[in-house]
């Protein structure tokens, strides 16, 4: 019998919140009953382990993204877009560790399929569409987006800039002149072969 309170969603919210704590990778069914001051196998009949478990805070972290990236981008295009995007994407890591990481979490391809990642890829494409990027340019771009953003933001919660000058914040604001620039002036396809 299901423990009164204990649901899916409120397990999935503990866990979002238990991994901004300890980090998504030391979260568990064990650790959340623990939480919860219950026995694991009470969670069992919500969860099917510690992988469902993981999931469920990836797609709830997805979610939760895609809201802020959402808002944040209404009436913006070019530069403007791009930069508020980018901001949701840190902004997001250094509130909710945890929850960040789990953005990051590899999904099967039916479960990512439905899940709000989709409408990163929709938001970002909408994004590059105002620099005039078509296929196969785009993908091309939308994976350079997003290894720029997760490489800045992992490498700065990791310490990785504070050591030297110049401030993390210019660096970040060059990074977005950057990658304007890039976009606006985009390469052609190169013509030699490797």
């Known amino acids: 019998m299901a423990r009164v309170g204990l649901t899916v969603d409120r397990l999935a919210r503990a866990g979002a919140e238990l991994a901004d704590e300890v980090g998504f990778e030391h979260v568990t069914v064990s650790e959340l009953a623990r939480r919860f001051d219950v026995k694991v196998a009470s969670l069992y009949s ?18 939760e993204l895609a809201d802020r ?6 009436g913006r295009a070019g530069k403007d877009a791009l930069i508020a995007l980018a901001n949701v994407y840190r902004d997001y890591a250094r509130a909710h560790p945890g929850r960040y990481a789990a953005a990051q979490f590899r999904l099967d391809p039916e479960t990512a399929a439905a ?15 105002g620099y005039n990027l078509t296929e ?59």
Do not use: C
């Open 136 to 194: 196969p340019d785009q993908t091309h771009a939308v994976r350079l987006l997003g290894s720029v953003f997760h490489g800045y933001v992992t490498l700065e919660m990791g310490g990785g800039f504070s050591h030297s000058a110049p401030d993390s914040e210019e660096t970040w604001s060059r990074t977005m002149d950057a990658l304007d620039a890039l976009l606006r002036s985009w390469p052609a396809p190169s013509t030699t072969t490797g």
């Open 69 to 74: 990236a959402a808002d944040a981008l209404a």
């Open 115 to 129: 899940s709000a990642g989709v409408k990163h890829a929709q938001m970002t494409r909408a994004i590059l569409r």
């Open 46 to 63: 919500h969860l099917k382990n510690s992988r469902d478990l993981k999931t469920r805070i990836a797609l709830l972290a997805l979610e």
